[in-house]
């Protein structure tokens, strides 16, 4: 089978050898989620970076623009149990106990339509909404578990979002066109993935943001984007089909069904990126278990053409190891 491996960096391959173990285990591209970066620490983590990607035969580089996905701002690292009452402040950082941040005052208005269910960290944590204001809410935890600074938060059941490029992903942009230019003769050395898309006219409006010849990766993580694929796929170079913050989205049961409708559609006029807990029990252990393997090898059997591993090297213990099992089954 002919697919790409796409491996996220983070603490755990933030050195120089951990990148080159990532790629002579078998990574053809480095995924950084700049939500999580300051502008000035993705500056420099470009510069690392830089001599790999000008490489002959090197990775490329995907940069994550957050889109309009909604995230937690900065707090203390802090875990929540079952029946803990917390807050969600406006603002981007906070060190108060019980209290996180949301810098998106969309956010609020759209809690205050919602069913009342508040998601966190790809649905790991759930809250139940006590009350609702312009720039706070009060819940309680009806699922617990850890919880760090810049993890998603969902709301299940609304649709309203603000939509629009934010001013972090135009520096971005800026960033990614300027280590581009370095790295001449590289074919897209520098790859976009727009994070939350809603539909179509929201990919057509990044792809005018970005231009013409800017490769765009559509991820699908919203219920309104697998309905508007075809027109998405005008937009995009590439479809990610992300597992984590859609089944936030929609519910196990729901994903299951919509991951089956989508395998059922491959291939797609654009190539299909598989993402979200691929191997996931190898962020914590050497080897794969044998469900995750026979799940790679039907996923790549259905046409995908690319795995993004995530946790798995980001902070998994076995970054390499990863992703060597996932280049398990190249021709």
């Known amino acids: 089978m002919n697919y790409r491996v796409v491996?996220?960096?983070?603490?755990?391959?933030a050195s120089e050898p951990a990148r080159r173990a990532l790629l002579n285990a078998g990574a053809d591209a480095f995924r950084v989620n700049t939500s999580h970066l300051s502008i000035e620490e993705l500056d420099r983590l470009l510069e690392q970076?830089?001599?790999h990607l000008a490489e002959p035969g090197g990775p490329y580089l995907v940069l994550d623009l957050q889109g309009n996905k909604w995230r937690l701002?900065?707090?203390?690292?802090?875990?929540?149990?079952?029946?803990d009452t917390v807050s969600l402040v406006a603002g981007e950082s906070t060190d108060a106990p019980g209290t996180f941040p949301v810098p998106h005052l969309d956010f609020f208005r759209a809690a205050a339509e919602s069913p009342g269910v508040i998601l966190l960290n790809d649905a790991k944590t759930r809250l139940r909404l006590l009350d609702a204001?312009?720039?706070?809410?009060?819940?309680?935890?009806?699922?617990?578990?850890?919880?760090?600074?810049?993890?998603?938060?969902?709301?299940?059941?609304?649709?309203?979002?603000?939509?629009?490029l934010r001013a972090k992903d135009r520096s971005v942009l800026e960033l990614g066109a300027q280590l581009?230019?370095?790295?001449?003769?590289?074919?897209?050395?520098?790859?976009?993935?727009?994070?939350?898309?809603?539909?179509?006219?929201e990919a057509m409006s990044y792809r005018a943001a970005c231009g013409e010849g800017v490769y765009l990766i559509a991820k699908l993580e919203r219920e309104e984007a697998l309905a508007d694929l075809a027109a998405i796929e005008e937009a995009a170079d590439e479809l990610w089909f992300c597992r984590g913050d859609l089944g936030a989205e929609l519910g196990l049961v729901e994903l299951a069904r919509a991951a089956a409708r989508f395998a059922d559609s491959l291939p797609r006029r654009r190539p299909s990126f598989l993402a979200g807990q691929v191997l996931e029990h190898m962020t914590a252990t050497a080897t794969p278990t044998r469900a995750e393997v026979c799940a790679l090898h039907d996923a790549l059997a259905a046409g995908y053409r690319?795995?993004?591993l995530s946790d798995e090297t980001a902070i998994g213990a076995y970054a390499a190891e990863a992703c060597a099992t996932a280049a398990l089954f190249r021709e």
């Open 49 to 51: 970076l830089a001599p």
């Open 180 to 201: 581009a230019s370095e790295c001449g003769g590289v074919e897209a050395p520098v790859r976009y993935a727009v994070s939350y898309l809603r539909d179509g006219a």
């Open 306 to 308: 690319g795995v993004v």
């Open 133 to 164: 204001s312009e720039d706070r809410l009060e819940a309680v935890v009806e699922r617990g578990g850890e919880l760090g600074g810049r993890k998603g938060v969902a709301l299940p059941g609304t649709r309203y979002r603000s939509e629009g």
């Open 7 to 13: 491996a996220t960096l983070g603490p755990a391959t």
């Open 73 to 83: 701002g900065a707090y203390p690292p802090t875990t929540v149990t079952p029946g």
